[in-house]
């Protein structure tokens, strides 16, 4: 182990190793030196991208502030407003076509995070802007295994043209690290589980990775050792946190395999592979879980401090059949005021907030320092086109969650004048992560009352 306990504070870098493993350790009291002054944990954050808006009416909360009443589509956030500010008249302008014509979904995931305009092309000659999640990144990631951690839920071509023109590259990222270079997600939950608990100084080929998982050996069974070492030497409160995160990272390891046996066993069925997420078996709802999961603990353990993730690409039309919802989500987003094409979208969109809700109430829950790992978190959920019918860029639907550390306030409603950039709001949380920049994008300054 790197570290161990003893008069001196058990190290905040401190991992269980074990034969091709590297646990990250949560927030522990034995991490705390004794007689010192209380440390606050890093802040960490996240941004969620929603595809295809949402019909406002359902978002838009009614009054201001606390006494705000929450709509349709934020209800299930009901229990977290205490936490959350609901942000309305944010706009951003690099959404808009400046004269390239259509292209709506393309410019609304890759402005979503950078606020700039992306030049009009299917060619290797991509150029928009730098995303805030890597501005952060490059300033605070150094002290994490990944500076950053890009995720999403659908897979997507790097290259080629995937809406009017625009390269699949805009469609399908809203982390970039440079204006032509994207910062490509994953979304195998495999994958991001070796990412984060995998050894990184294990060598293994892909042949041989095959084998142990065929061999089903889990990650906790080879740092059990380590495991069992490190609770002989903790108090009864850090023994309970660390059985509990050792239960959790078993259990979404346990989840991952479910979720790639259902696969195997549909494949075998004669399943159209294409439709295996899309809720035949219960596919999408499964794996939108177990990936909260390896974000909430990634965030836990500090193996990262920044984190995205795309809930679907630009204008991805992947229907909901769990929900009773067979179309498209893309295809009902243009419902033309019809009844029935909007009772779909709004089921489609309250799922989302459902799940993103059990999502901020396990970060709640879990104890960290004097407080928790929401209140530690700041997690920006928004989508990059208002009214999926309109295509617009302006008043977009954002709320931000969490305190990150102290240094934000929540506010409830806030209701800002109508086109204030969405830079802003990025530029609120540069500050608020120690980040000393005069301006983001074509921000015009910060949103008063959050920090």
């Given at each position: 182990?790197s570290?161990?306990?003893?008069?001196?504070?058990?190290?905040?870098?401190?991992?269980?190793?074990?034969?091709?493993?590297c646990?990250?350790?949560?927030?522990?009291?034995?991490?705390?030196?004794?007689?010192s002054?209380?440390?606050?944990?890093?802040?960490?954050?996240?941004f969620?991208?929603?595809?295809?808006?949402?019909?406002?009416?359902?978002?838009?909360?009614?009054?201001?502030?606390?006494?705000?009443?929450?709509?349709?589509l934020?209800?299930?956030?009901?229990?977290?407003?205490?936490?959350?500010?609901?942000?309305?008249?944010?706009?951003?302008?690099?959404?808009?076509?400046?004269?390239?014509?259509?292209?709506?979904?393309?410019?609304?995931?890759?402005?979503?995070?950078?606020?700039?305009?992306?030049?009009?092309?299917?060619?290797?000659?991509?150029?928009?802007?730098?995303?805030?999640?890597?501005?952060?990144?490059?300033?605070?990631?150094?002290?994490?295994?990944?500076?950053?951690?890009?995720?999403?839920?659908?897979?997507?071509?790097?290259?080629?043209?995937?809406?009017?023109?625009?390269?699949?590259?805009?469609?399908?990222?809203?982390?970039?690290?440079?204006?032509?270079?994207?910062?490509?997600?994953?979304?195998?939950?495999r994958?991001?589980?070796?990412?984060?608990?995998?050894?990184?100084?294990?060598?293994?080929?892909?042949?041989?990775?095959?084998?142990?998982?065929?061999?089903?050996?889990?990650?906790?069974?080879?740092?059990?050792?380590?495991?069992?070492?490190?609770?002989?030497?903790?108090?009864?409160?850090?023994?309970?946190?660390?059985?509990?995160?050792?239960?959790?990272?078993?259990?979404?390891?346990?989840?991952?395999?479910?979720?790639?046996?259902?696969?195997?066993?549909?494949?075998?069925?004669?399943?159209?592979?294409?439709?295996?997420?899309?809720?035949?078996?219960?596919?999408?709802?499964?794996?939108?879980?177990?990936?909260?999961?390896?974000?909430?603990?990634?965030?836990?353990?500090?193996?990262?401090?920044?984190?995205?993730?795309?809930?679907?690409?630009?204008?991805?039309?992947r229907s909901?059949?769990?929900?009773?919802?067979?179309?498209?989500?893309?295809?009902?987003?243009?419902?033309?005021?019809?009844?029935?094409?909007?009772?779909?979208?709004?089921?489609?969109?309250?799922?989302?907030?459902?799940?993103?809700?059990?999502?901020?109430?396990?970060?709640?829950?879990?104890?960290?320092?004097?407080?928790?790992?929401?209140?530690?978190?700041?997690?920006?959920?928004?989508?990059?086109?208002?009214?999926?019918?309109?295509?617009?860029?302006?008043?977009?639907?954002?709320?931000?969650?969490g305190?990150?550390?102290?240094?934000?306030?929540?506010?409830?409603?806030?209701?800002?004048?109508?086109?204030?950039?969405?830079?802003?709001?990025?530029?609120?949380?540069?500050?608020?992560?120690?980040?000393?920049?005069?301006?983001?994008?074509?921000?015009?300054?910060?949103?008063?009352?959050?920090?």
């Amino acid at each position: 182990m790197s570290a161990y306990v003893s008069r001196r504070a058990l190290s905040r870098r401190s991992f269980l190793r074990g034969a091709g493993a590297c646990l990250g350790l949560p927030w522990l009291e034995a991490m705390q030196p004794a007689l010192s002054r209380e440390r606050v944990p890093a802040p960490r954050a996240l941004f969620v991208f929603a595809p295809n808006g949402k019909h406002m009416v359902d978002w838009r909360p009614h009054g201001e502030g606390f006494d705000a009443t929450l709509p349709f589509l934020l209800e299930p956030l009901r229990p977290l407003f205490a936490e959350l500010t609901v942000i309305s008249n944010l706009a951003i302008d690099g959404g808009n076509a400046h004269g390239d014509g259509p292209g709506d979904h393309a410019r609304a995931a890759a402005s979503f995070l950078t606020c700039a305009h992306p030049k009009k092309t299917g060619g290797a000659d991509l150029r928009t802007g730098v995303s805030v999640d890597q501005v952060l990144a490059a300033a605070i990631g150094g002290t994490s295994l990944l500076p950053s951690l890009e995720l999403g839920m659908e897979p997507g071509a790097a290259a080629g043209v995937c809406d009017s023109g625009y390269s699949c590259a805009y469609s399908n990222n809203v982390a970039w690290r440079s204006p032509s270079t994207p910062a490509a997600k994953e979304t195998d939950p495999r994958a991001t589980f070796v990412r984060l608990f995998g050894d990184p100084a294990a060598r293994d080929d892909a042949a041989t990775a095959a084998r142990a998982r065929r061999r089903t050996r889990s990650i906790l069974d080879a740092a059990q050792a380590d495991a069992k070492e490190l609770a002989g030497r903790l108090g009864p409160a850090d023994r309970s946190k660390l059985g509990e995160y050792l239960d959790a990272v078993r259990g979404v390891e346990q989840r991952i395999a479910h979720l790639e046996a259902e696969s195997r066993e549909a494949t075998r069925d004669g399943v159209d592979p294409r439709f295996l997420d899309e809720g035949l078996r219960g596919g999408f709802p499964g794996k939108l879980r177990v990936v909260y999961e390896l974000i909430a603990l990634a965030m836990q353990t500090e193996r990262t401090r920044v984190l995205t993730l795309m809930l679907g690409n630009a204008g991805s039309d992947r229907s909901y059949r769990f929900l009773g919802v067979p179309d498209g989500h893309h295809f009902l987003s243009h419902h033309g005021n019809d009844p029935q094409k909007l009772a779909a979208i709004r089921t489609i969109n309250r799922f989302h907030t459902e799940e993103f809700a059990r999502f901020l109430l396990r970060l709640k829950a879990t104890e960290e320092g004097a407080g928790d790992l929401l209140g530690n978190a700041a997690i920006v959920y928004g989508c990059g086109i208002s009214d999926g019918n309109r295509h617009n860029h302006d008043d977009l639907p954002f709320l931000l969650a969490g305190r990150a550390a102290g240094a934000l306030r929540p506010r409830g409603h806030l209701r800002c004048r109508p086109d204030t950039p969405a830079a802003n709001l990025y530029l609120t949380l540069l500050r608020a992560f120690g980040v000393d920049q005069d301006a983001f994008a074509d921000s015009t300054g910060v949103l008063a009352g959050l920090a």
